[in-house]
């Protein structure tokens, strides 16, 4: 490969990075105390037009680069943050498809589905994801909101108790584990 090949390469896993890193903010939220109306994303409005430009770009990388998955999966997280969850799912699929064993793809089509209310896909998705790596503390999370959401509580409480032993600085599971004491009467 020739000296500008090789620095197109170099921009296009910069911009990925990048935007990845602007975007890796796009996980879990209780909304109004994790009620029946409740996200399970969060959405950005983009009266700047930023989103856009972030997409546009990822979509160059992807151009360049058709057979990287992490590349589909940044771009579906993009387009999840402004609320254009078919698209997003799209492209995690293209993922998924791409890297059969990327977990994280399995855990953001997940949440994509959670937005739609399609929870049957969204539970297959985060099994999926936890079969694909066992430690994927977001995809423990994500199952355990779901099954918290729907009432069974004994699965929820396991699914979130594994996500604080992977991640025991992560606040949204002991918040939803809390929820769940909560609900129970547990208040202690």
Do not use: W
């Amino acid at each position: 490969m020739n000296r500008n090949g090789v620095l197109s390469n170099l921009r296009s896993a910069a911009v990925v990075a990048l935007v990845a890193g602007a975007l890796a903010g796009c996980g879990e939220t209780m909304g109004s105390l994790g009620g029946p109306s409740a996200k399970v994303a969060e959405v950005e409005s983009d009266a700047s037009g930023a989103s856009k430009g972030n997409i546009a770009s990822l979509s160059d990388v992807i151009q360049r680069n058709p057979s990287d998955p992490t590349a589909y999966n940044t771009r579906g997280i993009a387009y999840a943050k402004i609320g254009q969850f078919p698209e997003a799912i799209e492209d995690f699929s293209k993922s998924i498809q791409l890297d059969p064993k990327f977990s994280g793809a399995y855990t953001n089509r997940a949440l994509a589905y959670r937005q739609i209310e399609k929870d049957g896909p969204a539970l297959a998705d985060f099994n999926a994801a936890i079969s694909a790596n066992p430690n994927d503390a977001a995809a423990y999370l994500g199952r355990g909101n779901l099954l918290r959401a729907q009432g069974h509580f004994p699965d929820a409480l396991a699914d979130l108790n594994s996500a604080i032993r992977i991640n025991p600085e992560g606040a949204q599971a002991y918040h939803a584990r809390g929820l769940i004491y909560q609900k129970q009467g547990n208040h202690a």
